[in-house]
């Protein structure tokens, strides 16, 4: 069956009063980024529904990247009619044949936006309903929890027929609650904040460390293809790669290995703060989860946060390992970040870190170090790009390779 619009009706945000306006002018912008791709669409957003007219566009394609996008409760393809009784009563018997099985039982449910039209939504029930029962006599009406629910809307510019609720991603739309930087590594567990944070309406913007020579060209490319991973619930998102060579040689060379870990991280933190002052974020988030490594301690984690007040969030603390993997892999991140690739959280890994560091000492030993130059010389040699939805970056190569490791 031909499609000619789909119908977008919203989810939480229909709940914001003052700011009704601002949320769905935000997922209207974000539905467009995310459907870039698809050039004959015409999206208009009203107060209470989105419609997107196809065009001859694919409608399963393009249900199938609308239903990533965040602020979404549900969604219906439709077909238009002309605007008579007849066009429409012939139109939901064809609707109806095609899904009807043995057993079924409908009802037709009728908004009228334009309220000249002859019928009132009463009377078309009962006229389609009429029309549809005599057309195949063994369907039965239900009013309540049908098998069926056939929508029909009289809008201004035609009617449309409906039978189909598709689930949308739920949660408020991207940028809606501000910008946050994502601290990317190339592991299982921060896709998955950044897709939670994502799904609370953050804006957020990836910071990769990455240490050449140490880590690879596919090192990088992996986090980059994770980014792209989440790019459907919003469009694009931009990528902000740290070289941080420097001072992990640095902290390794001078520092006692028990601290190198705690170190680093602070490193990481500070940096990541800095970005965000500068790119107007509000927040830092990451993927810690409390307990799972040695730089998730509770104890560490008081260690690293020394080195700023910008509210670091962590969406995956309490999460179980399997929760997490769950996710990842309901979101399509999992097997690339378990490809063995290193990155600059792996290497120069101490043999036996500190999972209980003393606060003291990590300024004691970071006071050793030239932190300004260091930080100053990181921040000089960051690039910034913007990944957008279909963007690639492992080649079948690498893919290879990784399965050979």
């Given at each position: 069956?031909?499609?000619?619009?789909?119908?977008?009706?919203?989810?939480?945000?229909?709940?914001?009063?003052?700011?009704?306006?601002?949320?769905?002018?935000?997922?209207?912008?974000?539905?467009?980024?995310?459907?870039?791709?698809?050039?004959?669409?015409?999206?208009?957003?009203?107060?209470?529904?989105?419609?997107?007219?196809?065009?001859?566009?694919?409608?399963?394609?393009?249900?199938?990247?609308?239903?990533?996008?965040?602020?979404?409760?549900?969604?219906?393809?439709?077909?238009?009619?002309?605007?008579?009784?007849?066009?429409?009563?012939?139109?939901?018997?064809?609707?109806?044949?095609?899904?009807?099985?043995?057993?079924?039982?409908?009802?037709?449910?009728?908004?009228?936006?334009?309220?000249?039209?002859?019928?009132?939504?009463n009377e078309m029930n009962m006229e389609v309903g009429g029309a549809?029962?005599?057309?195949?006599?063994?369907?039965?009406?239900?009013?309540?929890?049908?098998?069926?629910?056939?929508?029909?809307?009289?809008?201004?510019?035609?009617?449309?027929?409906?039978?189909?609720?598709?689930?949308?991603?739920?949660?408020?739309?991207?940028?809606?609650?501000?910008?946050?930087?994502?601290?990317?590594?190339?592991?299982?567990?921060?896709?998955?904040?950044?897709?939670?944070?994502?799904?609370?309406?953050?804006?957020?913007?990836?910071?990769?460390?990455?240490?050449?020579?140490?880590?690879?060209q596919q090192a990088l490319n992996k986090a980059k293809a994770l980014?792209?991973?989440?790019?459907?619930?919003?469009?694009?998102?931009?990528?902000?790669?740290?070289?941080?060579?420097?001072?992990?040689?640095?902290?390794?060379?001078?520092?006692?290995?028990?601290?190198?870990?705690?170190?680093?991280?602070?490193?990481?933190?500070?940096?990541?703060?800095?970005?965000?002052?500068?790119?107007?974020?509000?927040?830092?988030?990451?993927?810690?989860?409390?307990?799972?490594?040695?730089?998730?301690?509770?104890?560490?984690?008081?260690?690293?946060?020394?080195?700023?007040?910008?509210?670091?969030?962590?969406?995956?603390?309490?999460?179980?390992?399997?929760?997490?993997?769950?996710?990842?892999?309901?979101?399509?991140?999992?097997?690339?970040?378990?490809?063995?690739?290193?990155?600059?959280?792996?290497?120069?890994?101490?043999?036996?870190?500190?999972?209980?560091?003393?606060?003291?000492?990590?300024?004691?030993?970071?006071?050793?170090?030239?932190?300004?130059?260091?930080?100053?010389?990181?921040?000089?040699?960051?690039?910034?790009?913007?990944?957008?939805?279909?963007?690639?970056?492992?080649?079948?190569?690498?893919?290879?390779?990784?399965?050979?490791?």
């Amino acid at each position: 069956m031909q499609y000619t619009e789909i119908m977008v009706r919203y989810g939480e945000l229909s709940t914001k009063g003052k700011n009704r306006k601002s949320f769905i002018d935000r997922l209207d912008h974000n539905v467009r980024q995310a459907l870039h791709n698809f050039d004959n669409l015409v999206i208009k957003a009203s107060r209470d529904r989105m419609h997107i007219q196809l065009n001859g566009e694919d409608s399963d394609l393009v249900m199938e990247q609308l239903s990533k996008v965040f602020g979404i409760q549900n969604f219906s393809p439709s077909i238009k009619v002309d605007k008579s009784l007849e066009a429409v009563q012939a139109m939901a018997i064809e609707m109806m044949k095609e899904i009807y099985q043995e057993g079924m039982t409908f009802k037709v449910n009728t908004r009228r936006q334009d309220h000249d039209f002859a019928y009132d939504t009463n009377e078309m029930n009962m006229e389609v309903g009429g029309a549809i029962l005599e057309a195949i006599p063994d369907l039965k009406v239900q009013m309540k929890d049908p098998d069926i629910i056939l929508r029909v809307e009289v809008r201004l510019n035609g009617i449309f027929l409906s039978y189909k609720k598709i689930d949308g991603a739920g949660g408020l739309p991207v940028g809606t609650a501000g910008k946050g930087m994502l601290m990317l590594s190339g592991g299982i567990d921060s896709p998955v904040a950044g897709y939670l944070a994502m799904k609370r309406g953050v804006d957020i913007e990836m910071v990769h460390f990455f240490s050449p020579p140490y880590t690879s060209q596919q090192a990088l490319n992996k986090a980059k293809a994770l980014t792209e991973k989440l790019t459907p619930y919003v469009g694009r998102i931009r990528f902000i790669q740290v070289p941080f060579t420097e001072i992990q040689e640095t902290v390794k060379e001078q520092l006692p290995s028990g601290y190198l870990m705690t170190v680093q991280r602070r490193f990481m933190l500070r940096l990541t703060a800095e970005i965000a002052k500068r790119r107007h974020g509000l927040a830092i988030f990451n993927g810690e989860a409390l307990g799972q490594v040695a730089s998730q301690t509770m104890e560490s984690m008081a260690a690293i946060n020394d080195v700023t007040t910008m509210p670091v969030i962590r969406p995956v603390v309490s999460m179980d390992k399997n929760e997490i993997i769950k996710i990842a892999q309901d979101i399509d991140t999992f097997d690339l970040s378990v490809m063995p690739f290193e990155d600059c959280c792996t290497i120069f890994a101490p043999p036996s870190p500190k999972t209980k560091p003393r606060l003291d000492k990590a300024r004691e030993y970071e006071a050793r170090l030239d932190v300004d130059g260091l930080m100053q010389r990181a921040l000089d040699g960051i690039e910034i790009s913007e990944i957008k939805v279909g963007d690639e970056f492992m080649n079948d190569q690498a893919e290879a390779f990784a399965e050979l490791l």
